[in-house]
């Protein structure tokens, strides 16, 4: 297994390890999880730019890398809806969107093609984690008895209300693209869908 191929099977792992740490309802607990949670994230951009820097693309890791990442985002968003911070529609929409474009693409393998990355994508992904590691933020400092200096933070992660824009602005940007990206897809493999 080659360095970029481990990495993302690392991911797996840290995954495993993040959702283990947000079922402790306590300050270390999600701390540990976030931290985890910002590593898995880190590695995600670092093995795809050592695989095209040392060119080991290869088919499993052509397999693992997307599967890694939808593990690890679907799983935060379901963890930031059961703590209230994330409406239940939206987590659905982004897993359907997962689903749907991993359904397209086999679709075009079995039919010779390969269907080609979304630039979107990456600025859904990018938003997605910007949200979701907020989101994780404000729930490690709601569990101290006091944020202190932490206090900047604390505003900054509002989740709705008045003065809170991090968190509305990235999630909506998420969704935005989450919906368009998606609709890429499907209007990429209409010929496939048509059964030509």
Not at 32 to 61: C, E, H, Q
Not at 147 to 157: E, K, N, Q, Y
Request: charged share 15%; net charge neutral.
């Amino acid at each position: 297994m080659n360095i970029p191929n481990a990495i993302t099977v690392s991911r797996l792992f840290l995954t495993a390890g993040f959702i283990l740490f947000v079922t402790f309802e306590s300050t270390w607990g999600h701390f540990t999880a976030l931290i985890l949670f910002i590593i898995a994230a880190i590695s995600d951009f670092v093995d795809g730019w050592l695989a095209r820097k040392m060119n080991l693309i290869t088919p499993l890791g052509k397999l693992l890398d997307p599967l890694a990442d939808k593990i690890l985002v679907c799983s935060a968003f379901v963890f930031l809806t059961a703590e209230g911070l994330c409406p239940v529609w939206v987590t659905a929409l982004i897993i359907g969107r997962e689903f749907l474009v991993t359904g397209l693409r086999q679709i075009a393998i079995e039919a010779g093609q390969v269907l080609a990355a979304d630039r979107l994508g990456k600025w859904k992904t990018a938003f997605q984690l910007s949200y979701l590691i907020a989101g994780m933020i404000r729930l490690t400092l709601d569990t101290m008895e006091s944020v202190g200096s932490f206090s900047p933070l604390h505003t900054l992660t509002t989740p709705w209300g008045e003065g809170a824009w991090l968190l509305p602005i990235s999630l909506g940007l998420a969704v935005g693209l989450t919906v368009i990206s998606g609709w890429n897809y499907v209007w990429s493999s209409r010929y496939l869908l048509r059964g030509n």
